[in-house]
C-alpha cells in the first residue's frame, strides 16, 4: 500500500494559497473576479476538508461546511448583484 501521507501533508500549501487569492478576487469591484473568488473559495473548502480528515483536524473540517455554506450564499448574491 502506498503512502499518500506526505502528499496529504503537502494539501494545506494549496489550501492556503488558494484561501489568500480568493479572499483577494472577493474584495474586487469587479463581478467576474467575485465570481471567480467564491469558486476559488469553494476549490480551497475542499482541499481544507480533504487535509482535516487525514489529520483528523475535527472543528476544521466543521468550519470548512459552514464557510462553504456562505460562500455559496455569496456567489448566488454575487450572481444577482447588478455591479
Given at each position: 500500500?502506498?503512502?499518500?501521507?506526505?502528499?496529504?501533508?503537502?494539501?494545506?500549501?494549496?489550501?492556503?494559497?488558494?484561501?489568500?487569492?480568493?479572499?483577494?478576487?472577493?474584495?474586487?469591484?469587479?463581478k467576474g473576479r467575485?465570481?471567480?473568488?467564491?469558486?476559488?473559495f469553494l476549490l480551497s473548502n475542499a482541499l481544507w476538508v480533504v487535509w482535516g480528515f487525514h489529520t483528523q483536524a475535527w472543528a476544521l473540517l466543521v468550519l470548512q461546511f459552514c464557510l462553504a455554506a456562505m460562500n455559496i450564499r455569496g456567489a448566488r448574491k454575487n450572481d444577482t448583484a447588478d455591479a
Open positions: 500500500m502506498e503512502d499518500w501521507s506526505p502528499l496529504l501533508d503537502a494539501i494545506q500549501w494549496p489550501a492556503m494559497l488558494a484561501t489568500v487569492a480568493a479572499s483577494w478576487l472577493v474584495t474586487s469591484l469587479n467575485r465570481h471567480t473568488g467564491f469558486w476559488l
